[in-house]
């Protein structure tokens, strides 16, 4: 079993391993750390602490052949008759990646007709790509998705399984961590190869973004990870880029499912899914009343834009969930956004940061979205919007 | 309909506040809550078992002050309560973490279904849920913004994804993960108060559940975190002060650009 220890004799009292604790479990009686069960072995007191006076021990664990695993597996997603753009994204990281050690970049495509997918696949960075065709793979369902790409991952034994952190691969991912007996790490923002281990470095926001964890899984292969979207970038596409076409041989018992799709509703004309705009007008706490939300999508439609808002408001009432920006809603990479009376605490930002250019009003000359937005205006938007709704109409006369 | 919904003791991540000179989380003063989606699983159990009748079980791993948020959860209504707590579970991941809330979920038995929330606010994983399906070997629906139907042997849940929304039916028993879309929770009642102060709670620990060392808490986790830092913040930007009317013109400025005749 693992324990953690404070070393009596190592231990100065200094005190460093208190606010390095995320769960507050370490206080210091008689000048020496002393852990109490809030503890959960995170490892973050182990190494604020500049003495090593805190040690972790893990207990035996079976490893795998590690060394039997080698290349980088990404699985595909298809939405609407198109590969999803966070396939592209990933590809182009694991083929960043995959420079590191030179090994080779595959993909996994699970669908009712591949089309030219395949061919477009290895343009952005596949080196060969598994495909199972099938009308059964229309529709995303976890069981004969997670059984075919478990069965691929046993026999071809890819070091690192990659998905995006969509709704299919945080549904579809988990399961086959599971059933493999390996590690997977949530909604990555940032991968690596770790230069000594050759492991895989898996970054990750946390604490509802107020820290970054890096997460590694060094006795399991494969190392799997979901990675969110709209963060890592695709490569351009090279139609010369040489790769293999492999069919997966599929049985019956591969896509039996005890669930079923019965409908898929696409979402109306006019709720568009802000993950998708370019110009994203935002409202927080200092919107004060779901009205004034009219007055955002008055300035979104002058800008073909559309209506973001931040968990207070969401939390208010004043605007459903589908708009909300932040760690807990969507991830948007606008060309624009623009957050009006709007904080800007870190779950927000974690949310929206990406954007290519963030534009704030605020009352409070404090609020910290004016850290890192891009241009800020102190002052007050139910003024400074109307003027600014008047001022575009002026100059596109 | 027997239900069970796993829940989690966390942090309040909005209360949360860092450190700026040392570039750690302030955690003096920061209340531990409800996980807030699990509230949504709650209360979604209690809805159909208010219709159909049978029992909801809210079950938790963690530390022993963990108890709380099952009293907490008992207070709006929930049966029946049994905490998963030993030295041993501590440091689980989600695949840990997953192992020992199946085995609870067996070891209670003959459950129809398991509801957790869409994610807990500290890890923001949503691992737990689908790990559990993949651990009892039950057909799962993440994500789910409203159960159309539920019988003795099937669902029906609208589950939302991008774009969309599919409606998914499954057999029962099932895994579900639950949005904020799908209800409102209700306050703690009066007679639930006084029962969570009354109830017995269990406590299972690893032997109870008959799990082997090498599969619980840290031993049993493949992930480990190895670095913990805190994001950086870029300050460049530029802040204009002044008259309503002239920041709205610097607006229109950076916002048209171009576009200006």
Redesign the interface.
Known sequence: ??SIEVRKDTCVGCGECV??????AIAMEDSLAVIS????????CE??CSYGAII?R?????ETEIDQYSGIMVLAEQ??GTIDHSTLELLGEARRLAEVDDSSVSVVLLTEEARNWPAELISYGADTVYVAEDVQLR?FR??PF?RIAERLIIEKKPAVVLAAA???G??????????L???????CTELAIDSESGGL?QTR????????????????RPQMATVRPRVMKAMDPDKNRDGVIEKIELSLTDLV???????????DEGSV?I?EAEVIVSGGRGMKSPENFALLQELANL?DGSIGAS?AAIDAGWIS?PHQVG??GKTVQPK?Y?ACGISG???HR?GMQSSD???A?NKD?TAPI???????????LF???P??I???KR??K | MRIVVAVKQV?D??E?R??EE?G?????G?PSILNP?DEYALEEAMKWRDKLGGTVTVITMG???AEAVLREAVSMGADEAVLLSD??F??????AT??TLAKAVEKIGDIDIVMTGK?A???????????I???LDW?????VGFVRELNQDSI?AE?????????????LP?VITV???ANTPRLPSLRGKMKSRKIEIPVWGREDLELP??EV???G???????????E???N??????E??K??????D???GS???
């Open positions: 079993m693992a606010p390095a604790c995320p769960f507050g069960d809030e503890c959960t072995l995170c490892g973050a190494s604020s972790i893990i207990g035996e664990t079976g939405r609407d529709h976890t069981e997670s969509t709704t299919t945080r549904d579809l991912m988990p399961r086959i961590a599971k059933n007996n390996t590690g997977l790490t949530a909604d470095l926001p946390a604490f509802g973004g107020n820290i970054l964890a890096t997460i590694v899984c060094s006795d399991t499912s005890r669930t079923e799709v019965l409908e898929f509703n696409p979402l899914d993950s800008l968990r969930y760690q807990t624009t623009i605490a870190v779950q974690v250019r963030i534009l009003i000359e004016f850290e890192f937005c891009d241009v800020g205006f102190v002052g007050d003024e400074i919007i003027f600014v008047k001022e575009i100059r596109r | 942090p991540t909005a949360v860092i450190d040392r750690t989380l302030i955690r003096e920061i989606f530390p022993p002050q030295r041993a501590a440091g689980a991941d989600t695949w997953s192992h994610q606010i500290d890890g923001d994983t949503a691992q737990t849920g689908p790990s399906a993949a651990s057909p799962q629906i993440t994500f029906v589950r939302y994804v991008e774009g969309g929304c599919e409606v998914i039916r499954s057999s099932v949005l904020k879309d060392e090498d808490g840290l031993d986790s493949p992930t480990r975190v190895v670095k913990i830092t805190t994001p913040i870029l300050s930007g530029e802040i204009h002060h002044g309503s009317e920041l709205a013109k610097l607006l229109v950076s916002l048209l576009e200006v005749p």
